[in-house]
């Protein structure tokens, strides 16, 4: 902690003198001043301690905070250190307020379940206070797609991640995580199909997941054909944040087998049409802990149907999605190629 109580009075570690009696603000026990040569100012409880705000902070998060205080004071956004919220027995690292609004910024060096994360949230919900979740250097490497979804953000209308820099002091707003299936490469259409071909033809029979070997069984009954055959619509060759526990075209696969059981001209209502979407992911699904839950898979399925438009594979009718044809799983996997080549005019 970098701030105490002393008779009543809010001290800043930076300003504590030793020997003196600190207390913790939210508890009202008895904290202890460290200061050292390598060692950041500031308070903390004795061992054995249950207060929230007991928990081991590192160097990296203690000099965080201090930037982010600065930073923050300098924009003009009166910040507040490690205010204690008593309605909600809870403490972010920094209150502050802009155009009237309260936000809070928390900034996370630490593991941090889906499930406490989300607790934390609804307390500030509960207050109206906007919430920030800043991530230390714990976090800077890629994370996994059940984590960038834990954290994701929206900056602008946009998904992001938000970090914290101690190095340079500045905020980084990273939104490196937009991906296609089985691919690093961003924007090569011709070249990520291809991975994805690869990838497919790979896990057909070597795949462990449950899902895709039943996916692949399914896909041979009703269509006599293998996973690296799929049509070409399959393929998510534009970027989309990460949404699944599985790879997107897994999932894309798994929408036109679907609607191989359907006969032509089957109608859906949009909201029919969006549940079915829905439901074909099911369990794989990730729950981001900052935004609404279903903002980002909303995404996915609304960018696949306007792909599935185009291509005429459904049509849509006022309020309806009318199934037009059903799709064509190729013999050869390296007509997609040929067809991807010829459509960008190579």
């Known amino acids: 902690m970098l701030i105490a109580t002393n008779e ?36 903390a409880h004795q061992k054995g ?3 929230g705000a007991s928990e081991g902070e590192t160097l990296e998060h203690l000099r965080g905070k201090k930037q982010i205080y600065q930073w923050a004071l300098k924009k003009g956004w009166q910040p507040r250190l490690e205010v204690y919220l008593s309605s909600i027995a809870q403490r972010p690292d920094i209150l502050l307020k802009i155009d009237g609004q309260r936000v809070a910024i928390e900034f996370q060096c630490s593991p941090l379940s889906l499930e406490r994360l989300l607790e934390r949230n609804k307390g500030y919900q509960q207050e109206k206070i906007r919430v920030w979740w800043v991530l230390g250097s714990p976090y800077f490497r890629k ?3 059940k984590k960038a979804v834990q954290f994701t953000q929206l900056y602008h209308n946009q998904f992001v991640l938000l970090f914290w820099d101690t190095k340079t002091g500045r905020l980084v707003i990273n939104q490196k995580y937009w991906q296609c299936s089985y691919s690093k490469l961003k924007f090569n259409k011709k070249q990520i199909l291809c991975q ?34 799929c049509p070409l619509v399959c393929h998510d060759l534009t970027i989309s944040w990460p949404a699944m526990s599985e790879s997107i075209i897994i999932w894309r696969i798994g929408v036109i087998l679907i609607l191989e059981e359907f006969p032509i001209f ?11 979407l829905f439901d074909i992911g099911g369990k794989n699904w990730l729950r981001p802990g900052c935004i609404d839950p279903h903002v980002i898979c909303n995404q996915v399925i609304k960018q696949y149907t306007l792909e599935l438009i185009r291509v005429r594979i459904i049509v ?19 007509l ?3 067809s991807e080549y010829k459509k960008r005019g190579a």
Request: net charge positive; hydrophobic share 35%; with cysteine.
């Open 143 to 145: 994370l996994g797609n």
């Open 316 to 334: 849509k009718m006022d309020n309806y999605f009318v199934l037009y044809r059903h799709p064509q799983w190729v013999d050869d996997p390296q």
């Open 336 to 338: 997609k190629v040929q």
């Open 266 to 276: 089957y109608s859906w209502e949009r909201t029919s049409w969006n549940k079915l």
């Open 196 to 229: 994805q071909i690869s990838m497919l033809k790979f896990i057909q029979y070597r795949s462990r997941s449950r899902k895709i070997k039943e996916l692949a069984i399914t896909a041979f009954k009703l269509t006599g054909h293998v996973l690296a055959e």
């Open 49 to 51: 301690s249950d207060c």
């Open 8 to 43: 009543d009075q809010l001290i800043l570690a930076d300003n504590a003198k030793m020997h003196h009696k600190y207390y913790c603000p939210g508890c009202r026990r008895r904290v202890v001043l460290r200061r050292g040569k390598y060692k950041i100012a500031h308070f």
